[in-house]
């Protein structure tokens, strides 16, 4: 468990330096999203997102399509055509013991 967020922080911060932390967010919450639901219209997940973390506007989005991206690159979901993400791959199963709440506190 501890390799893998390492990973994501990693690929997070790579993909989005000036809002890493706010990424990490998004990120967290997506693969909570995702445990639950393993495939989803991309702008259901966003919008889901957005609201859960009480966020709007361009900079919400702009934060949410570097998080696909960084999750895609760590082979975690697929975006096919026409705009659904699917996750390919098994969380931790310590992931789903993580309370979000626990993350933003």
Do not use: C, H
């Not at 393993?38 to 570097?66: C, P, Y």
Request: avoid cysteine; hydrophobic fraction near 45%; aromatic fraction near 8%.
């Amino acid at each position: 468990m501890e390799d893998f967020m390492v990973m994501l922080r990693r690929v997070i911060e790579e993909e989005l330096p000036q809002n890493r932390e706010e990424g990490y967010k998004v990120a967290m919450a997506m693969l909570s999203y995702l445990q639950r639901y393993w495939s989803v219209g991309e702008l259901r997940l966003k919008f889901d997102i957005a609201k859960q973390l009480g966020s709007t506007g361009e900079n919400i989005m702009r934060i949410e399509d570097g998080v696909l991206r960084a999750l895609r690159r760590l082979g975690i979901v697929e975006v096919v055509e026409p705009g659904v993400v699917n996750r390919v791959k098994e969380l931790p199963k310590e992931f789903v013991k993580v309370r979000l709440d626990s993350l933003f506190t």
